[in-house]
């Protein structure tokens, strides 16, 4: 499990619609499966199929974190036009077994009761080339 705070949980989810038309990504840092942080990061790919930190960014936040006591926890990217599930992409790229997964997923603009409603969210822990486990998530008012 993973628990987030509501707010951190709807930072995210603005980033996520803030990034559109392409993949927004980020960190949650914490302490065990509880979030504390949220970094929102630049996809240096600007893609909406594909997301890519820039080193230096990643850097900073990995020194800021340990600076306020957390660790990394987690990994979140969005799918701009396909489901909260890991791609074959994702499963190519994403190899840390430590760290979770965050997946947010938005509606096409044509299929959604709104624009840009969030589709869903989903948490996996990478266990074996093309194979993982869904995390709950529990977000935390």
């Known amino acids: 499990m993973i628990r987030?705070?509501?707010k951190l949980y709807d930072e995210m989810m603005a980033h996520a619609k803030s990034e559109l038309p392409n993949e927004g990504c980020g960190y949650l840092a914490g302490v065990?499966?509880?979030v504390k942080a949220f970094y929102?990061?630049?996809n240096v790919d600007a893609s909406p199929v594909h997301f890519a930190f820039d080193p230096?960014?990643?850097f900073k936040v990995l020194k800021e974190a340990r600076a306020a006591g957390l660790s990394l926890i987690s990994v979140y990217h969005s799918h701009p036009d396909?489901?909260?599930r890991l791609s074959q992409e994702d499963y190519r790229l994403l190899k840390d077994r430590s760290v979770i997964y965050?997946?947010?997923a938005?509606?096409?603009?044509?299929?959604a009761p709104r624009p840009n409603d969030i589709k869903g969210c989903m948490a996996y822990r990478i266990i074996d080339e093309g194979e993982s486990d869904t995390i709950?998530?529990?977000i935390e008012d």
Do not use: N
């Open 4 to 6: 987030i705070p509501r």
């Open 32 to 34: 065990d499966d509880e």
């Open 40 to 42: 929102p990061m630049t």
């Open 56 to 58: 230096k960014e990643q």
């Open 82 to 84: 396909s489901p909260a």
């Open 102 to 104: 965050i997946i947010v």
């Open 106 to 111: 938005q509606y096409p603009d044509s299929e």
């Open 136 to 138: 709950e998530i529990k």
